[in-house]
């Protein structure tokens, strides 16, 4: 029997109290996290990072450790089935916006990051530690920071393309809960 095999043969009913923490924590994060995007200054040449500027680099580094927690759990577990009855084309979607949702939550902050490293900011994690930046500074040639120049507008449309997935996400949460009136979203939530 291979892991997966046993993975599948074991496919719980429910996600574990570990897995239905951190997806709430993220949820909380994220809000945050536009929140803060949008109050904080406008970016532009020569901005030095203040508070707001600051805070949100570190809950995008924070986003980037919860989620890496998240991806070993969901590497290691199976995760329950669709309900009986849920047609094929819906229980695809789910895991596509499932797996989009994953994707973008690390390309998302990984680009925030390196678009502050290209503006040549120290960005440190609550002000504990600094990172190292993952491009070059731009420098008088914009000397080795291909991406840099592009990674702050990418990292903005991305961030509206995740709003959408959640958006997307939600709706079928509640279309769960409402319409089908099934146990799908009780299964995320602690104690349900
Ligand atoms: C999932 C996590 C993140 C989300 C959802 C997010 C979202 C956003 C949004 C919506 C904006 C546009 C703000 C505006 O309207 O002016 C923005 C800008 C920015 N964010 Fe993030 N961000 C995240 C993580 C990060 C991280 C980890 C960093 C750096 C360590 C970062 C650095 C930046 C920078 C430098 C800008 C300005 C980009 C520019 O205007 O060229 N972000 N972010
Ligand atoms: C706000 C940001 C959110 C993000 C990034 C997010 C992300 C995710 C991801 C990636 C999964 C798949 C779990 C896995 O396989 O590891 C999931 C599952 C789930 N989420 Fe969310 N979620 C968010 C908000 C919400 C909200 C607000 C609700 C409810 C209204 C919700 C309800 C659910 C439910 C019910 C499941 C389980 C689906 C199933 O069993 O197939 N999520 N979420």
Not at 79 to 91: D, E, M, N
Not at 137 to 142: E, F, M
């Amino acid at each position: 029997m291979t892991q997966s095999d046993r993975l599948l043969a074991s496919t719980p009913e429910r996600y574990t109290i570990f897995a239905q923490v951190l997806h709430w924590v993220i949820a909380l994060l994220l809000c945050l996290q536009f929140i803060l995007a949008w109050t904080m200054p406008d970016i532009g040449r020569g901005t030095v990072p203040e508070r707001l500027i600051n805070l949100h680099l570190s809950f995008g580094l924070l986003i980037i450790v919860v989620m890496a927690l998240r991806l070993l759990w969901r590497v290691t577990h199976a995760v329950p089935a669709p309900p009986a009855g849920v047609p094929a084309w819906q229980a695809k979607s789910a895991s596509l916006a499932h797996a989009a949702l994953y994707v973008l939550l690390f390309v998302v902050p990984l680009l925030g990051w390196i678009n502050a490293s290209y503006r040549g900011w120290t960005v440190e994690f609550f002000g504990l530690f600094p990172l190292p930046a993952l491009v070059a500074a731009r420098g008088p040639a914009n000397t080795g920071a291909i991406l840099g120049p592009w990674s702050g507008d990418v990292h903005i449309w991305l961030s509206y393309a995740l709003l959408t997935a959640i958006g997307l996400h939600v709706l079928g949460a509640l279309y769960h809960r409402f319409i089908l009136r099934d146990d799908v979203l009780g299964r995320m939530v602690p104690g349900a």
